[in-house]
C-alpha cells in the first residue's frame, strides 16, 4: 500500500455489522460506520451510525424503512424493482429517473446511533439498544453521521437528519451516554458533516460545516459562530475543493478539531469527482480558526486495504472522530459505508506532512 | 380582471428603469423591482433592488458584471452567445448546457441597493448613489430582495447575497438610511426570501426563510428563533406547498409580518410549476409563531396587468415590503422583474379572505 502517515490498526476491521443485532428481528443490519467518539469515565465511546433495512430486501421489491411520525413507529414502503420510473444505480438511494443527478427520493436503509465501549479503544461492546433513534419529522429518513465535542461534563452530538424536507443538522446533548436529549435542527438544509470546536474562542465558539446548495456552490467547508452553541451565524467559506487532486469532488470535516500548539488540526475528508473518499488535514489558526495556516497535500489516509475497497459503497474511508493520547492519534473511520476501522499516528507526523 | 383582495394603484407601474440612472454611465438599469419598505422620519423609503447591465448587451456577446474582491472594481467576464457549450434560455442566469436544470453559472444582470423617497407613497425621488452595492466574496454576483424589519431605532435589512459560493442571507443594518453597516451572512447558502418578525415573542426573535438542498427537499418556508437577531438556530419547516394549487412550485416569505389581532400576518409568494409569482396571505400564532392559523385559498393578487405579465421575466408579482396605516396595507411589489407597482386593501379584507 501507499505509504501513509496513518498505519492501520492489526485487528481492521474492527467492528462490522455480523457483530451488531438488529433492532427488531425483521431487521438485518447493513452497516455499522462513521462513528463519533468520545472519552467518558475511562471508557472510549463509539457513537455508531447503524443502518439497517428489512429482512428479504434482495427480492424483488426494496422495501424502504420510514419513521412515522403519526404512529411512532416505522413503517416500510415498498417499491417494485421492475417499476420502470424508479433508477436503482446508486445502491445508497433511490431516485426518479426523471430527476436530476445528485438528487434522491428515498434511502436505501435506515440509520440511527447506538452506542460501543471499549476500556482499550480496540475490542469494543456494543450496547443492545439503539441510543438515538428516528422520532421527528425531519428524521423520518434516519439520523447519521455523528460527531461528538464534549465541552464541561456535557457531549454535544451534531448529526445529519434526513427527510424529504432535506437533510439538515440535528443536535443532541448528553452527560451520561444513557440519557439524551434533542436541540432541534441547529442548520437548515441541506447540510451535514458539522463538527463543533471544543472551547470558546475570544467568546465565541465556532462550528465548520458543509452547505450545499440546489442551484450554484459546491460542497466545501464554511464556519460559523456562535454565543451558545444552539444558534449560528457568520458564515464563512473555511476552505475548499482542489481541482485536480484528490479532493475535488467534495469535501467535508471530519472529526472534531484537535488543539495543537500549531493550531487546530482538522482531519476532513474529500472524495474525487469519482466518489473515492480519502482523509487529509488542515490546519487552522488557534486564535482565528477562519484562517488555514496548512493543508495536506496529499491524503492522510486513502482506501487501499480490502474492508476499504469493496462493500456498500466502496472506495470509502471516513473519521467522524479521533482519540487523542499524548502525541497518538487513533483515528476511528468507517469504511465502505459498512464497517468501522482504526488507524493510528503521531500528531507530529501529521503536522509534518502539511505545507 | 379577476377580483382580487388588493386594488392595484392608478399610477402603475410607479416606478420604471427608465426613471432610474445606472450608477456609472457605461451601464443601463434594466430592473427595479422588489423593495423593501421602512417608515423613517415622516418619508416612506424604498429599498429598491436595482438590476443593471453594460450598455450594448444586445450584441453577439454577453457582458456579465462580476465584482472583483481582489481590485475592488466590477469585472465584465464576456461570453460569446454562438459558444454551443452555454444555455441562454432563462433571460436571468446562463447555464452550461451539461448541468442539471435549476442550476446556474452566471446572472445576465447585476444587482444592487438603492433608495427611493416619499411622502405620500406614491411618488418617489431615486437617491442619485447606491446605498448597498457587492463587496464581499458573497456578493460578486449581486445584492437582491431585500426586507426591512424596523426595531426600536434601528432597520434590520435582509438580502440575497449571490456570489459562486452560493446564495446565502445577508443582514446588514442602519439607523439613518445613510450609513449602513454589514454583519455577514446570517444563514449559509441556499437560503434567500428572509423576513424577521418585529419583536421578541417570548424572549426570542423569529425569522422566517427559504432554504432550498440540492439531494432532496421543496422550496419551502421555514422558521427559526434568535436571542440576538445574528445567530439563528431550532429551524422548522413552517408551511410548504400546495399540489394543485397556484403555490405548487416554489413559495418564500413576501413583506415583513404585521401584527394583528388575530395573529402575524405574512404576505408570501407562491409560484406555480409555470413559474407564474402570485401573492397570498397566511396567518401565524401571536404567541406561537410556528403554528399555522390560516391560509389563503386563492392568491391575493395575481400577474394580470400588463406590466405585470411582460417584462424580462414576465407573469410575476413579488412582493418584499408593505406599509401599514390604521387599517390599510399598501403592498409594494415588484413586476416581471423589472418595475415596481403598488396595490392596496384592508386589513380586514385581507383577513378575510383566510380559511
Redesign the interface.
Known amino acids: 500500500m501507499t505509504s501513509s502517515v496513518f498505519k492501520r490498526c492489526s485487528g481492521n476491521p474492527m467492528l462490522t455489522p455480523a457483530q451488531v443485532q438488529p433492532h427488531r428481528p425483521d431487521f438485518e443490519v447493513i452497516g455499522v460506520f462513521n462513528a463519533g467518539t468520545a472519552w467518558y469515565q475511562g471508557e472510549i465511546i463509539l457513537l455508531l451510525r447503524v443502518a439497517e433495512r428489512p429482512v428479504g430486501w434482495e427480492g424483488g421489491d426494496t422495501r424502504i424503512p420510514i419513521f412515522d411520525t403519526e404512529t411512532n413507529k416505522l413503517q416500510i414502503k415498498v417499491i417494485d424493482r421492475t417499476d420502470g420510473t424508479y433508477e436503482f444505480s446508486d445502491t445508497r438511494a433511490i431516485r426518479l429517473k426523471s430527476d436530476?443527478?445528485?438528487?434522491?427520493?428515498y434511502l436505501t436503509s435506515f440509520s440511527y446511533l447506538r452506542i460501543a465501549r471499549s476500556r482499550d479503544g480496540r475490542h469494543f461492546t456494543v450496547d443492545p439498544n439503539p441510543f438515538l433513534f428516528p422520532n421527528t419529522?425531519?428524521e423520518t429518513f434516519g439520523i447519521e453521521d455523528p460527531r461528538v465535542t464534549q465541552i464541561g461534563d456535557t457531549y454535544y452530538i451534531t448529526y445529519s437528519a434526513?427527510s424529504?424536507?432535506?437533510?439538515?443538522v440535528g443536535l443532541a446533548i448528553t452527560k451520561d451516554f444513557v440519557n439524551v436529549q434533542r436541540?432541534?435542527?441547529?442548520?437548515?438544509?441541506?447540510?451535514k458533516d458539522v463538527v463543533i470546536l471544543p472551547e470558546k474562542i475570544q467568546g465565541k465558539y465556532y462550528i465548520l460545516?458543509r452547505?450545499?446548495?440546489?442551484?450554484?456552490?459546491?460542497p466545501?467547508v464554511?464556519i460559523?459562530?456562535?454565543?451558545?452553541l444552539?444558534?449560528?451565524?457568520?458564515?464563512?467559506?473555511l476552505f475548499g475543493l482542489r481541482e485536480g487532486k484528490w479532493d475535488d469532488g467534495r469535501i467535508g470535516a471530519g472529526a472534531v478539531p484537535i488543539k495543537t500548539k500549531e493550531g487546530w488540526l482538522e482531519l476532513y475528508h474529500g472524495a474525487s469527482k469519482r466518489n473515492r473518499y480519502c482523509m487529509g488535514a488542515i490546519l487552522l489558526d488557534l486564535e482565528e480558526p477562519w484562517k488555514v495556516l496548512a493543508r495536506s497535500e496529499h491524503p492522510i489516509l486513502e482506501p487501499e486495504a480490502p474492508y476499504e475497497v469493496d462493500g456498500f459503497f466502496g472506495n470509502v474511508v471516513f473519521s467522524c472522530g479521533v482519540i487523542v493520547q499524548d502525541d497518538e492519534v487513533t483515528m476511528y473511520y468507517g469504511v465502505a459505508d459498512t464497517s468501522m476501522a482504526c488507524a493510528t499516528a503521531s500528531l507530529k507526523d501529521i503536522l509534518s506532512c502539511l505545507s
Chains 1, 2 share one sequence.
Open positions: 436530476s443527478p445528485g438528487t434522491f427520493r419529522p425531519f434526513v424529504p424536507a432535506g437533510v439538515g436541540q432541534g435542527l441547529i442548520l437548515p438544509p441541506e447540510n460545516h452547505p450545499i446548495g440546489k442551484s450554484i456552490g459546491l466545501e464554511w460559523a459562530e456562535s454565543d451558545n444552539f444558534s449560528w451565524g457568520n458564515h464563512r467559506l
